[in-house]
């Protein structure tokens, strides 16, 4: 082999870990029930569509999960999809259990390798401690399977505690932050948690994952509802990621937990939501904030903002103004802090004015080229619908009018999860 050739392969070889900017989606496997091998695919397609490099496959326990992922590896083989697991903790596991669906996978190609070995990832698990941590690694290291662990430990979100978590977990390799919403508080995220978790993981071998979300919004169970100050984070938390923190990796939370309202995935119909969710789920489609990932994912990858070349405003609003009362659900917990406003971010190719206009509100604004926000209030009128406009010179380019009302009156389960559309050229 030549100097030159040598050179060149460890180039590529650096190039690959210095620069994999992987962005994965978190797949709530518990509602793959229904599925066959082609939801499977036909989620898989459309995530790849947008530059989504695979899923992290959240799985609840060793159930009928097990064998749906069965079809979910030959679907992803069939598109070179990676996939790895990000094991739910909040449920009970024996570690053995997790060794077990961990190898059973092992040598499938579409596995999401980080360093030439299986990343691991979870959804909490602090509380089973170090030695659980260190004994499932072992047990798959003594099958000569190697994996990098990078876990969601969930109580780990205040900076200060950064080094504490390397410190009690000898056994981890990487981390992955959770926390893609403010905290209870009226007002934005920050990148505080991110950037010290990312530098104090820098010590250890795995990756730093930050988590990226559109939304937060549940109402199941009376106590856990809340909703999350969420109204411009689509925005702001995917230009964190591309400008400030620039993760080893992004992973979307989610592609389709519904009943946290974060889901950007299609509705599929043959998923059960159970008897709430639907509530505040059906008809809100999400579809349209891929349009804002497809963007910020390729920002990320390669590093510098991509080329728009279709004029389009993709924009979002809730149903109801937060202050009316409706007939059943639970008032969630920070119901003060979301906006009552249509938001709406132009995606455009040059300079163009933006009317949003619902009721007797209207709001017109200069955006662009590039990534510009906007909004106007909910108005007084009831059953109002929004308009949303680009026009440049004084001759509009493309209009549309939303497909979900703001209501004021006939509310009857408590819903803060937002509609979304778009209009482009
Ligand atoms: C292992 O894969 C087989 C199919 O190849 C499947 O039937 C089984 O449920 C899987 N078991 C685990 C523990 O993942
Ligand atoms: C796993 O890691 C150990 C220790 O670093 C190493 O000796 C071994 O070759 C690795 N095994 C595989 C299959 O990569
Ligand atoms: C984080 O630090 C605070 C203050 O020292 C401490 O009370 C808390 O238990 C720590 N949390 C974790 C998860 O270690
Ligand atoms: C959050 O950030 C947006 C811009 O992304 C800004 O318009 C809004 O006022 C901020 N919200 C709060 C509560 O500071
Ligand atoms: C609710 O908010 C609307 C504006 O969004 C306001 O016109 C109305 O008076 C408020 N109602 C109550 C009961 O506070
Ligand atoms: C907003 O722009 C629209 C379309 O260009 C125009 O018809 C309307 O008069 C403008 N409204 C205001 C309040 O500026
Ligand atoms: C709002 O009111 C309209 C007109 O009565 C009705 O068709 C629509 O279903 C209502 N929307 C919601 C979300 O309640």
Redesign the pocket.
């Known amino acids: 082999m030549g100097a030159t050739t040598a050179f060149l392969l460890a180039f590529i070889a650096s190039a690959h870990f210095v620069n994999g900017q992987n962005v994965f989606a978190h797949f709530m496997a518990q509602n793959s029930y229904s599925y066959a091998q082609q939801d499977w695919t036909n989620d898989m397609t459309t995530a790849q569509g947008i530059g989504i490099d695979g899923f992290a496959l959240n799985i609840a326990a060793n159930d009928y999960e097990v064998d749906r992922i069965v079809d979910a590896y030959a679907a992803a083989e069939a598109l070179g999809f990676k996939l790895f697991y990000s094991f739910d903790m909040s449920y009970t596991w024996e570690a053995s259990d997790m060794v077990n669906i961990v190898a059973n996978h092992s040598s499938s190609s579409s596995n999401f390798m980080w360093k030439d070995t299986l990343l691991v990832s979870t959804y909490s698990g602090?509380s089973y401690g170090e030695d659980f941590w260190a004994g499932f690694k072992s047990s798959l290291a003594s099958q000569g399977i190697n994996i990098t662990l990078a876990p969601a430990f969930t109580?780990?979100r205040?900076p200060?505690?950064a080094s504490?978590?390397l410190n009690?977990f000898p056994s981890i390799d990487g981390f992955f932050n959770w926390w893609s919403w403010p905290a209870d508080v009226d007002a934005n995220l920050t990148t505080a948690t991110d950037l010290a978790y990312q530098s104090a993981i820098s010590a250890r071998t795995g990756p730093y994952i930050m988590s990226v979300s559109p939304w937060q919004f549940k109402n199941l169970d009376g106590a856990g509802d809340w909703v999350e100050y969420s109204d411009t984070l689509w925005n702001y938390r995917w230009q964190q990621a591309v400008n400030d923190v620039k993760p080893d990796i992004v992973e979307i939370v989610t592609w389709n937990d519904y009943g946290e309202s974060h889901y950007i995935g299609d509705i599929n119909p043959i998923v059960n939501l159970g008897t709430q969710a639907p509530f505040y789920v059906d008809g809100f489609d999400h579809s349209k904030w891929r349009d804002v990932a497809q963007y910020y994912i390729s920002y990320y990858k390669d590093g510098t903002a991509p080329a728009i070349t279709t004029d389009e405003v993709v924009f979002w609003y809730r149903a109801y103004p937060k202050n009316i009362t409706c007939s059943t659900g639970t008032l969630p917990r920070n119901a003060a802090f979301p906006e009552d406003a249509v938001f709406a971010l132009a995606m455009l190719t040059d300079t163009a004015t933006i009317t949003l206009a619902i009721g007797s509100n209207t709001v017109n604004f200069t955006a662009g080229p590039g990534i510009t926000m906007g909004s106007v209030p909910f108005p007084p009128e009831d059953q109002q619908i929004p308009y949303v406009e680009i026009s440049r010179n004084g001759k509009k380019v493309a209009d549309t009018h939303g497909s979900m009302y703001v209501n004021q009156t006939g509310c009857t389960y408590y819903n803060f999860n937002p509609w979304v559309g778009s209009v482009s050229e």
Do not use: V
Request: aromatic letters at 12%; zero cysteines; hydrophobic letters at 20%.
């Open positions: 602090e109580t780990y205040d200060a505690n504490s978590l009690t």
